[in-house]
């Protein structure tokens, strides 16, 4: 018996190493520069395979934050730091994942964008095509 429980332990501590290599994996991607998207998933695997996406060339959409799980209004709050430094990355990239109704009202009354999808890649056509928007309104300020 007590050889069977020692097994389990080695098991589980083994397990425990192992998510916490995937969690530094997964810090390591963040943005040092603190400006970027908050990205939010369901899991960790979910947010890793988000985060390699968001890195690759052609994409390369900076990351300042993360977190699991449902967007409540933490996360918004989060997010809306990039409102000072810049605005476009005021933005939740929510793969997978619900958004309470009070983070939902929050980042409307604050100007944060929350963008939800099942599938990375229309998370990124979503996200693209609000930064299109924001140059192109740009463009017209300018001329």
């Known amino acids: 018996m007590k050889e069977a429980v020692m097994e389990d ?3 589980v501590m083994s397990r425990i190493d192992k998510s ?21 998933a369901t899991t960790l695997g979910s947010l890793e ?9 052609g994409v390369s959409i900076p990351v300042s934050g993360i ?11 989060k997010a ?8 476009e990355y005021a933005t939740i990239l929510a793969f ?8 939902r009202e929050l980042s409307d009354e604050l100007g944060v964008k929350v963008f939800m999808a099942n599938i990375i ?3 990124f056509d979503q996200f693209k095509a609000y930064i299109d928007t924001i140059k192109e309104e740009k463009r ?4």
């Open 9 to 11: 332990m080695k098991s």
């Open 20 to 40: 916490m290599e995937d969690m530094k994996s997964v810090m390591s991607r963040i943005d040092k520069t603190g400006e970027g998207v908050y990205v939010q």
């Open 49 to 57: 395979a988000l985060l390699e996406f968001l890195k690759t060339p």
């Open 67 to 77: 977190g699991i799980g449902p967007v409540h209004k933490k996360n918004v709050i």
């Open 80 to 87: 809306s730091v990039m409102l000072e430094k810049k605005k």
């Open 96 to 103: 997978d994942v619900k958004v309470t109704q009070g983070a």
């Open 121 to 123: 890649y229309h998370l």
């Open 140 to 143: 017209k300020e300018v001329a």
